[in-house]
């Protein structure tokens, strides 16, 4: 006996604009690792993304009616969690003023990648730097890399999620490492700094 045939996401989308919830929910688990790693790539902080995703969905459930062309799905999500990024940025710059922080070190804190324990101050910099220069990446690179690298999807789902074939994956895998080596090297040679 054979599966049915899995819905596509503009069924999916037409069934969530009717109010139907488990259409939704399926939305959300085709999208939630490409939400997820976009998040962690714009806060560096893996906690704080996971709430941004959370509320990115409620969102999107509520505002679901918005969208008509399904094609347009996923940008608009990455849209919701960018708006959301932006307001919990301004939120914890609000609730800290008063304390004798400004408003900018609220949005370098926000940034912080909230290390593990006993990680080291060099691990925490190198990991910001990295972080750094994933986001000056052409988009095309950082999507990739970043759903690879920081949500930890297969190349299966991030074929799937972005449209690519498997060789158009790899390729851009291949040059976004290959970029991202590069510029993590001239910033190491720029600043003078060594390998331990």
């Not at 919990?88 to 912080?112: M, N, Q, W, Y």
């Amino acid at each position: 006996m054979s599966d049915p045939p899995a819905e596509t996401d503009s069924m999916l989308i037409a069934r969530s604009r009717r109010g139907d919830r488990s259409a939704f929910e399926e939305l959300v688990r085709r999208t939630a690792r490409l939400v997820y790693a976009r998040a962690v790539l714009e806060t560096g902080n893996r906690h704080r993304a996971e709430d941004l995703v959370q509320e990115t969905f409620l969102i999107a459930w509520q505002k679901i009616g918005q969208v008509t062309e399904p094609a347009g799905f996923r940008p608009w999500l990455l849209t919701i969690l960018h708006s959301c990024v932006v307001d919990a940025a301004r939120r914890e710059g609000r609730k800290k003023r008063g304390g004798g922080r400004t408003a900018d070190d609220e949005l370098l804190r926000l940034a912080d990648a909230s290390p593990p324990p006993g990680e080291s101050a060099q691990s925490r910099e190198e990991r910001e730097r990295a972080l750094s220069v994933l986001r000056s990446l052409p988009e095309e690179y950082r999507q990739v890399l970043t759903l690879r690298y920081l949500g930890g999807a297969d190349y299966e789902t991030i074929s799937r999620q972005l449209a690519l074939t498997n060789g158009s994956l790899r390729g851009l895998l291949h040059r976004g490492l290959a970029m991202l080596r590069g510029q993590l090297e001239r910033r190491q040679s720029s600043t003078g700094e060594t390998n331990p």
